[in-house]
């Protein structure tokens, strides 16, 4: 335990509802190894040369409540601080960045995080948990040759990882806690984590040994290393964990071959390890596609893009069906004639028109609560970003946030109006429709927009609970909201007659010709 240097940083659960760094509450402060705050620089000096450790802290401060700060945020100082660090480890063999949350979920300035890391190995992060189960590998690489290696979190899937520098080639692998023996092949290492950019990868060409890092509680009894599926020996100990295989590379220098190693210790536990290998340059393996998507998609870009895409859509749908003329109905009313009158007599009756245009404008413009983002410390919370404790916090979850509210309330509850207006220009009232629209269709309708409604009163019960009293009652998105869905659905069932005489007639005419 002398020799090992314990290296620990921040996720964004230690910054959660945290007011500032120097808060009691900061835990991370009193209780880690390291004990500081922000982006750091650590050299591992050896005999053989220097490797460079690049922490990247992009939690939030101050570290309002869930779930806005999912996203990390570096800004100016902080990028500038990282641009030196990555300057100062050019001197060393090879550097390792390491954060906690991928660079697809860091909101940076100008150049952007993979630029700034872009003289590095490998990148190491963590914070997605495997997304429930349906990604446990999440690794991938960057355009420079950066490898960025998402890692399982120990909490709940006890994951972890070993690294090993072997005459500069990186090698790596994921594991589970407590699955022994544990198996790395360091050399020939895989191509698929090889970086011709970074690592000196002619030095497998010219090697005289395969190895092999073995461990376990128990001792060791054999280490059988194939090749494509052929026996050729078993690996001898040199030195603790090391194990060695004489080998002739220059048997496998054209294509890719397989590797296996498999290790037995005296408890009877066997533990595998395989990869593809190849010495030639113009060789190419690519990484999973949604793993790479998952990693290397800035998302707080894209949830800007679909959020400002989704309100722009229903305020064009408004605005345009408002100043289009209606087209006089004729012949067989088809589901898309229907869709499209309805969404005239919507656009054009002022009470929904303008209800639904200040809605849309109010969801990217005005604020959707005011409570403690922070205990103690009351903040606004806007589709552009978060204000409290005297700072700003720029838009991100909250464009995911508002994405939902679009897809999942505003846009849905546009089309239950237009479609109960439909039913009143044909003539029902709320009870007559009951009695004459099919149920099949009527009763899907009515009880999607229950549940869409149930979902909207839940939030209001999680605004609550999470931000506190006043955030429920200053919520003109959660609580102010419900309140408006029930009084525009209750104008389209007890609208006069009289205000939709000429939608009714024309409806009438064309079922009568």
């Not at 699955?179 to 000196?200: A, D, Q, R």
């Not at 010219?206 to 073995?214: C, D, E, M, V």
Request: glycine residues 6%; charged residues 15%; hydrophobic residues 40%.
């Amino acid at each position: 335990m002398e020799k090992t240097k314990w290296i620990d940083i921040k996720g964004n659960h230690d910054s959660f509802n945290i007011p500032r760094l120097d808060s009691v509450q900061n835990y991370y402060r009193k209780y880690s190894a390291w004990h500081k705050d922000g982006s750091f620089h650590y050299i591992h000096t050896t005999s053989f040369g220097n490797y460079s450790f690049i922490c990247v802290d992009a939690t939030l401060s101050p570290g309002p409540k869930r779930p806005y700060n999912f996203f990390g945020i570096l800004n100016m100082n902080q990028m500038a601080e990282l641009s030196l660090m990555a300057t100062e480890s050019l001197y060393s063999n090879h550097t390792i960045w390491f954060g906690h949350y991928p660079t697809s979920t860091i909101i940076s300035p100008s150049p952007g995080i993979r630029t700034l890391m872009s003289s590095a190995t490998a990148y190491l992060c963590g914070h997605l948990h495997t997304m429930g189960g349906l990604m446990p590998v999440l690794h991938s690489q960057h355009r420079g040759g950066t490898l960025e290696l998402e890692l399982g979190d120990w909490m709940d899937n006890r994951r972890y990882r070993i690294l090993a520098f072997d005459h500069d080639l990186l090698s790596f692998a994921d594991l589970n806690f407590e699955e022994w023996p544990v198996v790395l092949i360091t050399n020939p290492k895989s191509f698929l984590y090889s970086s011709s950019t970074h690592e000196p990868l002619v030095k497998i060409l010219y090697s005289t040994h395969i190895r092999i890092l073995a461990f376990s509680p128990s001792v060791i009894i054999s280490v059988k290393v194939y090749i494509d599926g052929v026996h050729l020996g078993n690996a001898h100990q040199v030195s603790g964990p090391l194990y060695v295989l004489k080998w002739s590379p220059q048997n496998y220098s054209e294509g890719f071959h397989h590797i296996d190693v498999t290790v037995q210790d005296a408890s009877g536990r066997i533990g595998t390890r395989g990869h593809l290998f190849g010495m030639e340059e113009n060789l190419s393996l690519r990484f999973d596609f949604w793993s790479s998507v998952i990693l290397l998609t800035d998302h707080y870009v894209l949830a800007r893009v679909l959020f400002g895409l989704t309100v722009l859509i229903q305020i064009t749908l408004l605005v345009v069906f408002r100043h289009l003329q209606k087209p006089a109905l004729k012949g067989k009313l088809g589901l898309l004639t229907l869709t499209s009158y309805s969404l005239h007599v919507f656009s054009k009756t002022n009470t929904f028109y303008y209800s639904i245009l200040f809605l849309n404008l109010y969801t990217i413009l005005g604020p959707w609560f005011v409570g403690e983002l922070i205990d103690g410390q009351m903040g606004a919370c806007f589709s552009f970003g978060v204000f409290v404790g005297g700072s700003f916090l720029q838009g991100s979850m909250t464009f995911v946030v508002g994405i939902l509210q679009m897809m999942f309330f505003n846009l849905p509850l546009m089309a239950y109006l237009c479609w109960c207006l439909l039913l009143r220009c044909h003539g029902h009232s709320f009870r007559s429709h009951l009695r004459h629209v099919r149920r099949l269709v009527a009763v899907p309708v009515h009880l999607a927009m229950v549940l869409l409604l149930a979902w909207q009163v839940y939030s209001c019960y999680f605004l609550q609970r999470t931000y506190g009293t006043l955030a429920f009652f200053l919520s003109p998105m959660r609580t102010w909201l419900v309140l408006l869905t029930a009084a525009l659905i209750y104008k389209t069932w007890t609208l006069k007659s009289s205000q939709l005489r000429t939608y009714i007639t024309e409806i009438k005419n064309c079922q009568s010709s």
